[in-house]
Nanobody, 132 residues
Framework: QVQLVESGGGLVQAGGSLRLSCAASGRTFNAYASTYSMGWFRQAPGKEREFVAAISWTFGSTVDGDSVKGRFTISRDNVRNTLYLQMNSLKPEDTAVYYC?????????????????????WGQGTQVTVSS
Protein backbone atom coordinates (compact mmCIF):
# COMPACT_ATOMS: atom_id res chain seq x y z
CA GLN A 1 0.00 0.00 0.00
CA VAL A 2 0.93 3.60 -0.52
CA GLN A 3 -0.26 6.41 1.72
CA LEU A 4 0.26 10.01 0.71
CA VAL A 5 -0.52 12.82 3.14
CA GLU A 6 -0.25 16.44 2.07
CA SER A 7 0.29 19.38 4.41
CA GLY A 8 1.34 23.00 4.31
CA GLY A 9 -1.62 24.58 2.58
CA GLY A 10 -3.28 27.72 3.82
CA LEU A 11 -4.23 31.31 3.09
CA VAL A 12 -1.57 33.63 1.70
CA GLN A 13 -1.55 37.03 0.03
CA ALA A 14 -0.63 37.42 -3.61
CA GLY A 15 3.13 37.55 -4.02
CA GLY A 16 3.68 35.36 -0.98
CA SER A 17 5.12 31.88 -0.63
CA LEU A 18 4.10 28.50 0.72
CA ARG A 19 5.81 25.12 0.90
CA LEU A 20 3.69 22.02 0.55
CA SER A 21 4.83 18.65 1.86
CA CYS A 22 3.67 15.16 1.00
CA ALA A 23 4.64 12.39 3.41
CA ALA A 24 4.73 9.00 1.72
CA SER A 25 4.52 5.68 3.53
CA GLY A 26 3.36 2.09 3.23
CA ARG A 27 4.85 -1.27 2.45
CA THR A 28 4.44 -0.90 -1.31
CA PHE A 29 5.99 2.53 -1.27
CA ASN A 30 8.95 1.33 0.76
CA ALA A 31 9.48 -1.53 -1.68
CA TYR A 32 9.09 0.34 -4.97
CA ALA A 33 9.59 4.06 -4.33
CA SER A 34 12.92 4.00 -6.12
CA THR A 35 11.07 3.37 -9.41
CA TYR A 36 8.33 5.94 -8.90
CA SER A 37 7.69 9.33 -10.34
CA MET A 38 5.76 11.61 -8.06
CA GLY A 39 3.83 14.68 -8.92
CA TRP A 40 1.77 17.59 -7.75
CA PHE A 41 -1.58 18.40 -9.30
CA ARG A 42 -4.19 20.98 -8.44
CA GLN A 43 -7.88 21.40 -8.95
CA ALA A 44 -9.87 24.60 -8.65
CA PRO A 45 -13.67 24.59 -8.30
CA GLY A 46 -15.35 23.81 -11.60
CA LYS A 47 -12.07 23.05 -13.35
CA GLU A 48 -10.25 19.91 -14.38
CA ARG A 49 -7.29 18.61 -12.44
CA GLU A 50 -4.18 20.43 -13.64
CA PHE A 51 -0.59 19.22 -13.73
CA VAL A 52 1.77 21.30 -11.58
CA ALA A 53 5.11 19.47 -11.43
CA ALA A 54 6.62 16.00 -11.25
CA ILE A 55 9.91 14.41 -10.27
CA SER A 56 11.61 11.06 -10.68
CA TRP A 57 12.19 9.71 -7.18
CA THR A 58 15.57 8.19 -8.01
CA PHE A 59 16.88 10.22 -10.93
CA GLY A 60 15.63 13.60 -9.77
CA SER A 61 14.54 14.66 -13.25
CA THR A 62 11.72 17.15 -13.13
CA VAL A 63 9.10 18.72 -15.31
CA ASP A 64 6.95 21.75 -14.52
CA GLY A 65 3.57 22.83 -15.69
CA ASP A 66 3.52 25.86 -17.96
CA SER A 67 1.55 28.00 -15.54
CA VAL A 68 4.03 27.58 -12.68
CA LYS A 69 7.40 27.61 -14.45
CA GLY A 70 9.86 29.88 -12.73
CA ARG A 71 7.68 30.20 -9.62
CA PHE A 72 7.24 26.67 -8.24
CA THR A 73 9.94 24.10 -7.48
CA ILE A 74 9.40 20.41 -6.83
CA SER A 75 11.88 18.44 -4.76
CA ARG A 76 12.07 15.28 -2.68
CA ASP A 77 13.85 13.95 0.37
CA ASN A 78 14.52 10.26 -0.22
CA VAL A 79 15.51 9.69 3.40
CA ARG A 80 12.38 11.26 4.88
CA ASN A 81 10.17 9.90 2.07
CA THR A 82 8.74 13.36 1.59
CA LEU A 83 7.84 15.27 -1.55
CA TYR A 84 7.86 19.08 -1.51
CA LEU A 85 6.47 21.90 -3.58
CA GLN A 86 7.96 25.32 -2.96
CA MET A 87 5.56 27.93 -4.29
CA ASN A 88 6.77 31.51 -4.73
CA SER A 89 5.20 34.61 -6.24
CA LEU A 90 1.76 33.16 -5.67
CA LYS A 91 -1.16 34.52 -7.65
CA PRO A 92 -4.91 34.37 -6.98
CA GLU A 93 -5.23 31.95 -9.91
CA ASP A 94 -3.06 29.48 -7.98
CA THR A 95 -5.97 28.97 -5.58
CA ALA A 96 -6.90 25.29 -5.64
CA VAL A 97 -6.73 22.02 -3.78
CA TYR A 98 -3.26 20.61 -4.29
CA TYR A 99 -2.77 16.85 -4.56
CA CYS A 100 0.29 14.68 -4.30
CA UNK A 101 0.43 11.56 -6.48
CA UNK A 102 2.68 8.59 -7.22
CA UNK A 103 2.68 6.75 -10.53
CA UNK A 104 3.24 3.31 -9.03
CA UNK A 105 5.38 1.94 -11.84
CA UNK A 106 7.80 -0.85 -10.98
CA UNK A 107 10.58 -0.31 -13.50
CA UNK A 108 13.37 2.23 -13.60
CA UNK A 109 12.91 5.22 -15.84
CA UNK A 110 13.93 8.85 -15.62
CA UNK A 111 10.71 9.83 -17.37
CA UNK A 112 8.16 11.83 -15.47
CA UNK A 113 4.55 12.23 -16.47
CA UNK A 114 2.13 15.12 -16.81
CA UNK A 115 -1.19 13.36 -17.22
CA UNK A 116 -3.13 12.44 -14.08
CA UNK A 117 -4.13 9.11 -15.65
CA UNK A 118 -0.50 8.02 -15.31
CA UNK A 119 -0.74 8.22 -11.51
CA UNK A 120 -2.14 5.45 -9.38
CA UNK A 121 -1.86 6.69 -5.82
CA TRP A 122 -3.27 9.99 -4.60
CA GLY A 123 -3.36 11.96 -1.40
CA GLN A 124 -6.48 13.69 -0.10
CA GLY A 125 -5.27 17.18 -0.94
CA THR A 126 -4.49 20.42 0.84
CA GLN A 127 -6.22 23.73 0.17
CA VAL A 128 -4.21 26.71 -1.02
CA THR A 129 -5.96 30.05 -1.15
CA VAL A 130 -4.25 33.15 -2.53
CA SER A 131 -5.93 36.47 -1.81
CA SER A 132 -5.53 39.50 -4.03
Amino acid sequence: QVQLVESGGGLVQAGGSLRLSCAASGRTFNAYASTYSMGWFRQAPGKEREFVAAISWTFGSTVDGDSVKGRFTISRDNVRNTLYLQMNSLKPEDTAVYYCAADGKQYYSSSVYRHPDEYVYWGQGTQVTVSS
